[in-house]
């Protein structure tokens, strides 16, 4: 019963690097979503998916890519990391269905990035 | 943007009071969700109210979304040490999948 995956849970980074979060789920979900949160910010969207080759932005989307080619997988990328996103970062999923339940997420349990 | 206000954002208790956590926005929600999250892991679904004037009980906490869909409210009758944790409102809009989170109110509950 695996649910949402995400790999590494801890990650250290040099300025300048780039690395990808990988976010696995397998409960058929349509929806996908990464968000990061920082200390007194709460959880901000950073890009989602409604579908594998559909991706759209979220509320925070600089120096992050994304790709959606398959309905399981949504990595994250971060093009040359900065240590303005130094952040836990969360991959959640959820599915297609009425109003009120095609929103409910569910998370993994984080992947913790440190940027040097 | 912050749709979402949650108040107060730490609240420290003893065992078997009672508290009432708050969630206001200026926006219409066509649902409203509230999570729980444990240090070192991601946000846990508590429950999903969608009907303006819905009040749904789970155990000790009882959720009530409010009549224009525009705020809600988390109380926890008795509160336990296991009920300590970080309470995240989140309201979706329209007809899309994305939410908006309020940041959120860390809850300590010592015996």
């Known amino acids: 019963n695996a649910g949402v ?9 040099k300025t300048g690097q780039s690395m990808t979060l990988q976010c696995a789920q397998d409960m ?3 929806y996908m979503s990464w968000y990061r949160q920082d200390p007194g910010m709460g959880l901000r969207l950073i890009h989602y998916s409604v ?3 559909i991706t759209d932005q979220g509320e925070v989307p600089n120096g ?3 790709s959606r080619s398959t309905t399981e997988d949504f990595p994250l990328r971060l093009l040359s990391a900065a240590p303005s996103q130094t ?3 969360f991959c959640a999923s959820s599915f297609s269905g009425t109003s009120g339940a095609k929103n409910i997420q569910y998370f993994g349990a984080g992947t913790r990035l440190s940027v040097l | 943007t912050q749709l979402l206000e949650q108040s107060p954002q730490f609240l420290s208790i003893q065992e078997g009071e009672n508290l009432t956590v708050y969630c206001n926005s200026s926006s219409v929600f066509s649902s409203l969700q509230w999570y729980r999250q444990e240090p070192g892991e991601g946000p846990v679904l508590l429950v999903t109210v969608v ?5 749904k009980k789970l155990k000790r906490l009882t959720f009530q979304f409010g009549d224009a869909r525009k705020d809600s409210s988390l109380h926890i009758t008795a509160a336990q040490p296991g009920d ?3 309470y995240l409102c989140a309201g979706a809009t329209g007809s899309g999948y994305a939410l908006n989170f309020g940041k ?7 015996p």
Do not use: I
């Open chain 1, 5 to 13: 995956t995400q790999t590494p849970k801890f990650q250290v980074l």
């Open chain 1, 28 to 30: 058929n979900h349509e």
């Open chain 1, 51 to 53: 579908g594998a080759g």
């Open chain 1, 64 to 66: 992050y890519n994304v």
């Open chain 1, 87 to 89: 952040s836990v970062y």
């Open chain 2, 51 to 55: 009907t303006g004037g819905e009040v």
């Open chain 2, 84 to 86: 300590t944790g970080l």
């Open chain 2, 104 to 110: 959120g109110t860390s809850l300590l509950v010592t």
